[in-house]
């Protein structure tokens, strides 16, 4: 099966810059998405990741390394409004990768 | 807006009831899924459908079953509700019924709350 961790709170500074990780396992990796959900609110899609190394979409970036199980998503110039939750997430081998398993994600506080 | 809608968006109703949540998936979306939100054990994986037919099933009770209609919209069907059963329902839909290199798309969400 897949296992995910991702750190649970994290708390930052407006503009400033945040790095939220998540480690994953998973056999036969195909591909890594970060999704953004605010309270009560809709997951909705931020990256998604399949070679190593960094993309970058505005003040958002994600990295990602197969080799070491490991992804990040970097917040640039943090904002009140970034205060979410960040899901990482990854296709479920025993759905045939269809269906995404979804770490418990990592609520982002973003402070004055 | 993400394109997907879901209906009701909020649901109270009590201990051994039926419910039926509704989700209509983006135009041209053919893939549907279905997601349980708990806080205690986030956002679960239950079902997904793609053109009709069910592709995958996740941690799905026996008490819950969902179908796809011909016009692509979605039902999941909750019966003999528990406590427990109270939680986000999302729904979610992409383009294609394949493995999922492209991006799902989530409804608003049905929040049911069993007293």
């Known amino acids: 099966g897949q296992n995910i961790d991702q750190p649970t709170e994290m708390t930052a500074t407006e503009g400033a810059i945040v790095q939220i990780n998540c480690t994953y396992q998973?056999?036969?990796?195909?591909?890594l998405f970060w999704y953004q959900q605010h309270a009560g609110e809709a997951p909705t899609f931020l990256s998604y990741?399949?070679?190593?190394g960094l993309e970058e979409k505005g003040r958002f970036s994600s990295f990602l390394s197969r080799s070491k199980g490991y992804s990040y998503l970097l917040l640039k110039e943090l904002q009140m409004k970034d205060s979410a939750s960040y899901l990482c997430?990854?296709?479920?081998?025993?759905?045939?990768?269809?269906?995404?398993?979804f770490g418990s994600g990592t609520r982002l506080q973003v402070q004055p | 807006d993400s394109g997907v809608t879901q209906t009701p968006k909020h649901l109270i109703t009590a201990t051994g009831q039926r419910v039926t949540l509704r989700c209509s998936p983006r135009?041209?979306?053919?893939?549907v899924y279905w997601y349980q939100q708990s806080l205690d054990q986030g956002l679960q994986f239950l079902i997904h459908?793609?053109?009709?037919?069910?592709?995958a099933k996740g941690n799905i009770l026996e008490r819950f079953s969902a179908q796809q209609f011909p016009d692509l919209h979605s039902e999941l069907n909750l019966s003999s509700l528990e406590l427990g059963d109270s939680a986000l329902y999302f729904c979610?839909?992409?383009?294609?019924?394949?493995?999922?290199?492209?991006?799902?798309?989530f409804g608003p969400g049905t929040r049911l709350t069993v007293l």
């Open positions: 979610a839909s992409k383009t294609s019924g394949g493995p999922s290199t492209d991006t799902q798309y």
């Open positions: 998973t056999s036969g990796f195909n591909g």
């Open positions: 990741n399949v070679l190593d």
């Open positions: 997430a990854v296709p479920t081998m025993d759905t045939g990768r269809r269906a995404l398993t």
């Open positions: 135009s041209g979306d053919l893939s």
């Open positions: 459908y793609y053109n009709g037919e069910e592709r």
